[in-house]
């Protein structure tokens, strides 16, 4: 059985920087394609990250260069360090999981997903 938990998430003032965390159980997740999506309230969801077997990654543009996404393999852990927080990055923020078999980005299908965790920020 796959789980994705998520967690990090918080409530911090605009310019400062939070670091989500996804413990993954049930999956290998270097073997993988692993992302994290974030929803608002009234909008849409949005892929925010996404990290292929081989370490290539794919970022949404109004998160490049401020967000990493990453993972320890050792710990079956995925992470996504936000840094230089924005009023408009507040969101449940989720993380995901599913095969490489149909390529590794934000636009694709994912069949796993955590139960989230929020992030607020203050401006």
């Known amino acids: 059985q796959v789980q994705l938990v998520e967690s990090g998430g918080g409530s911090v003032q605009a310019g400062r920087s939070l670091r989500l965390a996804c413990a993954a159980s049930?999956?290998?997740?270097?073997?993988?394609?692993m992302g994290w999506f974030r929803q608002a309230p009234g909008k849409e969801r949005e892929g925010v990250a996404t990290i292929d077997t081989y370490g290539f990654t794919d970022y949404a543009p109004s998160v490049k260069g401020r967000f990493t996404i990453s993972r320890d393999n050792a710990k079956n852990t995925l992470y996504l360090q936000l840094n230089d927080l924005k009023p408009e990055d507040a969101a449940m923020y989720y993380c995901?999981?599913?095969?490489?078999?149909?390529?590794?980005?934000?636009?694709?299908?994912?069949?796993?997903w955590g139960q989230g965790t929020q992030v607020t920020v203050s401006s």
């Open positions: 995901t999981a599913d095969s490489t078999r149909w390529g590794c980005n934000r636009s694709r299908v994912f069949g796993y």
């Open positions: 049930g999956v290998t997740i270097s073997s993988y394609c």
